[in-house]
């Protein structure tokens, strides 16, 4: 067996291994509802750059009788492996949409609140708001035994974020005798 066919098998082995990682990082995406981040984008492009340059390498191995055979499937796989990086790119910048703090999705959707909630917490200094500012931000709280106190209100964010999703996230605030936000926890049951 030549070199350059050794080659392109390994290139073909890479590509169905590139396209498995691919999915299993949509699922991971959607499973963890991961965002945009520096090292969400660096996992992404690590397999593309590697398919770069397996097809590099292949493509010099070739012989050259073979390269204008094998040019539209670099092409090919070069533009599926593209559309595999870009589909997830995309789906990380849903997820950062989704998990952008406002009034509205919060008081519509109870179960996206476990997304909304760090937004929330990192662009609406909640300590020190009072009890009516809260219920303006964040509406009625919800009715539970859960976590209830005498000084505290809870509200229900949905199901725990991450891979196995078996219990609830809630938020809790806790208030003064002046009836002002003092401290927060986000709690699970």
Known sequence: MSVSKIVNY????FVL???LIYFIYIFF???VHASISLMSISAL???FILLLFFQWISWKYTNKHYKRKIKMRFIGISSLGFALLVFC???LGVNEFESSFTAERWLNDDEGRVYLVDD??????VIGMTKD?????LGSPTETEYFKEEDNVVYYLGAERGIIRIDSEW??????????????????D
Not at 133 to 137: C, P
């Open 133 to 137: 500012e809260v219920f303006t931000l």
């Open 10 to 13: 390994a290139l073909y082995s």
């Open 171 to 188: 938020l809790v605030i806790w208030f003064d005798g002046s009836d002002k936000a003092m401290k927060y926890e986000l709690r699970t």
């Open 89 to 91: 790119v995309v789906l």
């Open 17 to 19: 291994l590139y396209a």
């Open 29 to 31: 995406i959607n499973a």
């Open 45 to 47: 492009l690590l397999p």
């Open 120 to 125: 929330l917490m990192n662009e609406h200094e």
